[in-house]
């Protein structure tokens, strides 16, 4: 039995034993994060229903514009190559680097222009100095000269005046001085100054402007230069390469095309009118910057596209074009020509670095890169960032069923009341046929009647074969032909007889 002076202890070291084990970790608890930074590897494919930054609302894993459902990206591309890697890689700076310089382009023209218009303040500040300084100097020479006008012994009692028109002079404005030429000469003399401070700014940021610039210029030339030549190298093998990427392309995006839901929308006309232009642009060469007319970088060809249709919102720079467009974010699954594809290298909309245009049955129309030229291509759903849509779709028309014709045949003009081919031409009665005197050869006329019963020649015409042959003019037939016509079809074995008589 236990003592109860020991029951408290035991009970504090069950509990403290059982907690031990409660707390304890596992073996096969994950080990510790390293103390290292992680590789620059491949971006994650993520399919969980957490929403990324950059994604668009409702959609699976950050993987914008991915259906729910749909398949997932492949890890690290569709066609592994160490070729094609290093291609990507180039192609990626050479965006990125090209999509800096242009915002860096902006700001160099933008602090020149801020420049210009600094020198024409401090220049019309100078103007307005000068011409109070003049006025200032005409005010302190005519108090001089109405100085010298008094009597000597009043001189002593204006030399607080001199004094003061001296100050007037210099610009100074002494407690009892308000005259309106030294107030304008110190405001004009103050303007002048803050004048020349706003062109020291704007002479340094276009200073540090320009030196950024020729940096990063610097970088992408040498990188375009890299990736030229890497193309040169491996012409043959990256012709096979691009073969396969389109294939496994085509074959990923098969489920995106084949299930098309546009909800009974269809591409607005600025957008097709946005298409068309890109689409005549076929074979124009890249060039970083150029925004036509028969060169472009791949931003500039879509900027240049839409402005041709109407649409003059659209920014230059792509990642600043899916940033302006992005509240109108398109499933893959809904794409319509027009829309915009945006490629990025990571999970922020900050990394994007080229765009192409959707034109229909999972191709696009880009301007590729430094080498290339504009053409259509099969969408890169492996690096497909984002689809936006720069103009609002349109309802489709509505189709309506085409309408029943009858099957009612028409009637034939002439062969509805004659009898079938099979059966032999109505022919009057054999005491009304004259039997030719001639012989058949002789009638080189061919009758007035453009009857087929009146033909010489060896017609297939059903009232020649029912017709007694000319040879055997003496013979009878054996069967009278009247009594296999009715009377009703006297018109045409009338017509047909009387131009037997007459040919006769």
Same mark, same amino acid.
């Given at each position: 039995?236990?003592?109860?002076?020991?029951?408290?202890?035991?009970?504090?070291?069950?509990?403290?034993?059982?907690?031990?084990?409660?707390?304890?970790?596992?073996?096969?608890?994950?080990?510790?994060?390293?103390?290292?930074?992680?590789?620059?590897?491949?971006?994650?494919?993520?399919?969980?229903?957490?929403?990324?930054?950059?994604?668009?609302?409702?959609?699976?894993?950050?993987?914008?514009?991915?259906?729910?459902?749909?398949?997932?990206?492949?890890?690290?591309?569709?066609?592994?190559?160490?070729?094609?890697?290093?291609?990507?890689?180039?192609?990626?700076?050479?965006?990125?680097?090209? $999509?800096?310089?242009?915002?860096?382009?902006?700001?160099?023209?933008?602090?020149?222009?801020?420049?210009?218009?600094?020198?024409?303040?401090?220049?019309?500040?100078?103007?307005?100095?000068?011409?109070?300084?003049?006025?200032?100097?005409?005010?302190?020479?005519?108090?001089?000269?109405?100085?010298?006008?008094?009597?000597?012994?009043?001189?002593?009692?204006?030399?607080?005046?001199?004094?003061?028109?001296?100050?007037?002079?210099?610009?100074?404005?002494?407690?009892?001085?308000?005259?309106?030429?030294?107030?304008?000469?110190?405001?004009?003399?103050? #303007?002048?100054?803050?004048?020349?401070?706003?062109?020291?700014?704007?002479? $340094?940021?276009?200073?540090?402007?320009?030196?950024?610039?020729?940096?990063?210029?610097?970088?992408?030339?040498?990188?375009?230069?890299?990736?030229?030549?890497?193309?040169?190298?491996?012409?043959?093998?990256?012709?096979?390469?691009?073969?396969?990427?389109?294939?496994?392309?085509?074959?990923?995006?098969?489920?995106?095309?084949?299930?098309?839901?546009?909800?009974?929308?269809?591409?607005?006309?600025?957008?097709?009118?946005?298409?068309?232009?890109?689409?005549?642009?076929?074979?124009?060469?890249?060039?970083?910057? #150029?925004?036509?007319?028969?060169?472009?970088?791949?931003?500039?060809?879509?900027?240049?596209?839409?402005?041709?249709?109407?649409?003059? $919102?659209?920014?230059?720079?792509?990642?600043?074009?899916?940033?302006?467009?992005?509240?109108?974010?398109?499933?893959?699954?809904?794409?319509?020509?027009? $829309?915009?594809?945006?490629?990025?290298?990571?999970?922020?909309?900050?990394?994007?670095?080229?765009?192409?245009?959707?034109?229909?049955?999972?191709?696009?129309?880009?301007?590729?890169?430094?080498?290339?030229?504009?053409?259509?291509?099969?969408?890169?759903?492996?690096?497909?960032?984002?689809?936006?849509?720069?103009?609002?779709?349109?309802?489709?028309?509505?189709?309506?069923?085409?309408?029943?014709?009858?099957?009612?045949?028409?009637?034939?003009?002439?062969?509805?009341?004659?009898?079938?081919?099979?059966?032999?031409?109505?022919?009057?009665?054999?005491?009304?046929?004259?039997?030719?005197?001639?012989?058949?050869?002789?009638?080189?006329?061919?009758?007035?009647?453009?009857?087929?019963?009146?033909?010489?020649?060896?017609?297939?015409?059903?009232?020649?074969?029912?017709?007694?042959?000319?040879?055997?003019?003496?013979?009878?037939?054996?069967?009278?032909?009247?009594?296999?016509?009715?009377?009703?079809?006297?018109?045409?074995?009338?017509?047909?007889?009387?131009?037997?008589?007459?040919?006769?």
């Amino acid at each position: 039995m236990i003592s109860p002076v020991l029951r408290p202890a035991l009970w504090s070291a069950l509990l403290g034993a059982v907690a031990a084990m409660a707390l304890a970790t596992p073996a096969y608890a994950e080990p510790a994060l390293p103390n290292a930074v992680p590789d620059t590897g491949s971006r994650p494919v993520a399919t969980g229903g957490l929403r990324l930054p950059g994604a668009a609302p409702g959609l699976p894993g950050g993987v914008t514009g991915l259906p729910t459902g749909g398949p997932t990206l492949p890890v690290g591309g569709v066609v592994a190559s160490p070729l094609l890697a290093q291609i990507t890689a180039l192609e990626t700076q050479n965006g990125q680097l090209g $999509d800096q310089l242009l915002g860096i382009r902006q700001q160099r023209d933008d602090a020149r222009t801020q420049l210009t218009a600094a020198e024409g303040e401090l220049a019309r500040a100078r103007d307005a100095l000068a011409a109070a300084q003049q006025r200032a100097d005409s005010v302190a020479a005519d108090a001089f000269k109405a100085a010298a006008a008094l009597p000597p012994g009043e001189i002593a009692e204006d030399l607080e005046g001199l004094s003061r028109l001296s100050r007037i002079s210099r610009g100074e404005q002494s407690e009892d001085t308000t005259t309106a030429a030294a107030g304008e000469l110190s405001r004009t003399r103050s #303007a002048e100054q803050v004048a020349t401070q706003a062109v020291a700014s704007a002479q $340094d940021r276009v200073r540090r402007a320009e030196e950024q610039f020729t940096a990063v210029e610097k970088a992408l030339r040498e990188n375009e230069r890299k990736l030229v030549k890497l193309r040169a190298d491996n012409q043959a093998q990256l012709i096979e390469l691009e073969r396969q990427q389109e294939a496994a392309e085509q074959k990923l995006g098969a489920a995106y095309v084949e299930g098309q839901s546009t909800t009974g929308l269809i591409a607005s006309p600025q957008a097709l009118a946005a298409v068309r232009y890109a689409l005549a642009q076929l074979g124009d060469p890249y060039l970083w910057s #150029a925004e036509g007319p028969d060169r472009f970088d791949c931003s500039g060809l879509m900027w240049a596209a839409y402005r041709s249709a109407g649409y003059y $919102d659209l920014p230059r720079v792509s990642r600043d074009q899916y940033y302006a467009t992005r509240a109108r974010s398109v499933d893959r699954s809904a794409l319509l020509p027009g $829309d915009l594809l945006f490629f990025a290298s990571g999970s922020s909309w900050t990394t994007i670095h080229h765009v192409g245009m959707y034109i229909g049955g999972g191709k696009m129309v880009q301007a590729p890169s430094t080498g290339d030229v504009v053409k259509i291509s099969t969408v890169r759903w492996s690096g497909l960032y984002a689809a936006t849509r720069v103009v609002g779709a349109v309802p489709a028309p509505a189709t309506t069923p085409p309408p029943v014709t009858p099957t009612t045949p028409a009637p034939r003009p002439t062969g509805s009341t004659s009898p079938k081919p099979t059966t032999p031409a109505p022919k009057p009665s054999p005491t009304s046929t004259t039997v030719p005197t001639r012989p058949p050869t002789t009638p080189t006329t061919p009758p007035a009647s453009p009857s087929p019963s009146q033909s010489p020649s060896p017609s297939p015409s059903p009232s020649d074969s029912g017709a007694p042959s000319p040879t055997t003019s003496s013979a009878e037939p054996s069967t009278a032909p009247s009594s296999l016509a009715p009377e009703s079809s006297a018109p045409a074995s009338t017509s047909a007889s009387a131009a037997a008589s007459t040919g006769a």
